[in-house]
């Protein structure tokens, strides 16, 4: 399942979508309505050409959807069968304004469609479920839960690649200092702000987990611990040059340090990880802000 990009939280997401269902249903209970009172022009402002993208429903969806209409199967199916009902529903209307007969078989034809609909809707409705599941609420990066499944499927893929991917720990520097200092308020945005950062600078197919507290782990597909250590360090960059601002108009400069490893097809997850724990390490000891890697215990720089 392709990951649904979106700016909002999923929860919110779910009750857009249930009240913009809603909506269209109370379009359809109308167009029902025109249709056995053989009153045309109580809908004719929603049957035109493109009302699919005027209809309440169509607003919404494509506001929110837009760039996942290629990317989503799901979404993109509602996305086309949503129009083709809106075309069912212009044809039926312009037979009634003809003052012609509708047969069952016609009729069937937009039941079917509102099936359909009814249908993918659910399905996506489960996917935001599953984001719900697998998604940190306040980050709105991916939990651990799901860090694991992830990591031992690209780890069992790994086997048949050239390449041994990358992972990395990440580590806000001082952030007991920030908490203890400004409170967990801000503590918190500054997470929410961090996670940010690295989701406008990895690449689309890159994941980013919250492994705990104030740790992040990185997974980049396909790039080596070598051009992975340039990459983040680039990375940890983007984040110095991003200070965090304070409601009274202070900034605070936020920085982290960067563990690197490997994640090798013939060790467990947990090895790998507790690598590229003692690379984070390494970086903390000599003075934080900086990326440290370990490649089976031989030091990687990203210089």
Not at 118 to 143: A, C, E, F, K
Not at 177 to 200: C, E, P, W
């Amino acid at each position: 399942m392709k990951h649904i990009s979106t700016n909002i939280q999923a929860q919110d997401l779910l009750d857009q979508l249930e009240l913009a269902v809603i909506t269209h249903e109370d379009w359809l209970g109308t167009l029902n309505r025109a249709l056995i009172c053989q009153k045309p022009d109580l809908v004719q402002q929603f049957c035109s050409i493109n009302s699919h993208k005027t209809c309440q429903f169509g607003i919404w969806f494509e506001s929110i959807f837009f760039k996942n209409k290629h990317d989503n199967q799901i979404i993109y199916d509602i996305d086309l069968i949503h129009q083709r009902m809106h075309a069912t529903a212009q044809w039926l209307m312009e037979k009634l304004q003809r003052k012609e007969s509708i047969s069952p078989e016609a009729y069937d034809e937009l039941l079917f469609k509102r099936l359909a609909f009814r249908g993918h809707v659910s399905i996506l409705i489960n996917q935001i479920y599953d984001m719900l599941l697998q998604t940190d609420p306040l980050t709105r990066v991916l939990n651990r839960q799901k860090m694991v499944q992830t990591l031992e499927r690209e780890k069992d893929s790994a086997q048949t690649k050239p390449i041994i991917p990358a992972i990395t720990l990440a580590d806000i520097d001082f952030f007991k200092h920030v908490n203890d200092t400004y409170g967990h308020a801000v503590g918190d945005r500054v997470l929410k702000m961090v996670a940010q950062i690295f989701m406008s600078h990895m690449r689309p197919m890159d994941l980013i987990f919250r492994y705990g507290g104030e740790e992040f782990l990185l997974y980049m597909q396909s790039m080596d611990i070598h051009t992975a250590a340039k990459t983040i360090d680039r990375l940890r960059q983007k984040l110095l040059q991003h200070p965090f601002q304070l409601d009274n108009g202070e900034q605070l400069t936020i920085t982290a340090s960067f563990g690197l490893s490997v994640l090798d097809s013939d060790r467990s997850i947990q090895e790998s990880i507790e690598e590229a724990d003692k690379a984070l390490y390494l970086a903390k000891e000599r003075g934080r802000n900086r990326v440290e890697g370990l490649y089976h215990e031989q030091q990687i720089s990203p210089c």
